[in-house]
């Protein structure tokens, strides 16, 4: 049984920082993409960012110079660095990752409040 756990979320003003976990548990081989996702409340889920086997990463363009995506070595933990964080990064971020199959975390909460 494959699990993806998020962490790393919270409260934070804007202009802060926040750093993202997802810790990959289980059978899990053969992953060659890795993402993040967040959907706000009354919005569709979007992509944040992803990066894939040759390490080629993909932002989205609201993220772009802010956010940080990063994985170890063993492809079993996803990072996203968030700086300079606006209200409207505020969403649940989701992590994903795809091999054989596509795995999704639980989510975490992401609120950028003054």
């Known amino acids: 049984q494959v699990q993806l756990v998020e962490s790393g979320g919270g409260l934070v003003q804007p202009g802060g920082s926040l750093r993202l976990s997802c810790v990959a548990s289980g059978s899990i081989f053969g992953i060659y993409f890795m993402g993040w996702y967040r959907q706000a409340p009354g919005k569709e889920r979007e992509l944040v960012a992803t990066?894939?086997?040759?390490?080629?990463?993909n932002y989205a363009d609201s993220v772009k110079g802010r956010f940080t995506i990063s994985r170890d070595n063993a492809k079993t933990t996803l990072y996203l660095q968030m700086n300079s964080l606006k209200p409207e990064d505020t969403a649940a971020y989701y992590c994903?990752?795809?091999?054989?199959?596509?795995?999704w975390g639980q989510g975490t909460q992401v609120t950028v409040s003054s």
């Open positions: 994903n990752m795809v091999g054989t199959w596509s795995y």
């Open positions: 990066i894939i086997n040759s390490g080629r990463e």
